[in-house]
């Protein structure tokens, strides 16, 4: 089916863990992103990237690490997950005439 | 940078009444894209409404509207004939126009979380 998938959907970790959660598009976009959701905080971008091999920082990139080899996927990495990171993360995409954001489900992730 | 204001932290409306959200954004940018999207407890994102900047026409999409008022920079989402479905957590969110690097990135408020009452 076409669309945006994120996996795991949910994820329990501990501290100093290295966590991967995936993002699969099957649009083509050029633009993929990933936010994280808190509470009082709305959406923060964390990272971007406008095309394979292209990626930027967003809002807080601290502490995670991203990939984009092939148009259609973009892994987000915590190389040694705090409990900061306690979060509800999603990834979007669109194109470049698109407009709106197409999101994944979310993943919740929890670290203790 | 730009930035997406949302004054509103909650807000509340009877079942059929009209309820309007508000939004203001601060960008130095000509040509962009404005959205409502809804987060119902599903948690799932889901696009209400897009108005692009540079069109003058407010933009509707069957009980839900904006008012875009470019020079205030202001972007108010009005549903009409509220229903309990519409309860959720509705986030104004601002993009660039374009095609360089930065243009799909977008940027969000904070959110509104709505109460229908019945």
């Known amino acids: 089916d076409a669309g945006i998938t994120q996996s795991p959907r949910y994820k329990i970790t501990e501290t100093g863990r290295q966590v991967t959660l995936m993002c699969h598009q099957t649009w083509s976009h050029s633009y993929m992103f990933w936010y994280r959701q808190d509470l009082g905080h709305g959406l923060r971008l964390i990272y971007y990237s406008a095309a394979a091999d292209i990626t930027d920082k967003g809002e807080v990139p601290d502490g995670y690490v991203v990939s984009r080899s092939k148009t259609e996927n973009f892994p987000l990495t915590l190389e040694s997950a705090t409990r900061s990171q306690t979060s509800v993360y999603f990834c979007a995409s669109t194109g470049q005439y698109t407009g709106e954001l197409f999101f994944g489900e979310g993943s919740r992730l929890t670290v203790l | 940078a730009q930035t997406v204001t949302q004054s509103q932290p909650e807000m509340s409306v009877q079942e059929a009444e009209t309820v309007t959200l508000s939004c203001t954004y601060d960008?130095?940018?000509?040509?962009?894209?404005l959205f409502w999207y809804k987060q119902p407890p599903s948690r799932q994102m889901i696009l209400v409404i897009r108005q692009e900047a540079y069109k003058q026409q407010n933009a509707t999409e069957n009980r839900f509207s904006v008012n875009f008022q470019k020079a205030a920079k202001s972007f108010s989402l009005k549903i009409s004939d509220s229903q309990l479905g519409d309860a959720a957590m509705y986030f104004c969110a601002y993009r660039r126009a374009g095609v360089n690097t930065n243009a799909g990135k977008s940027t969000f408020g904070d959110g509104t979380t709505l109460t229908v009452k019945p």
């Open positions: 960008t130095s940018e000509s040509d962009y894209y």
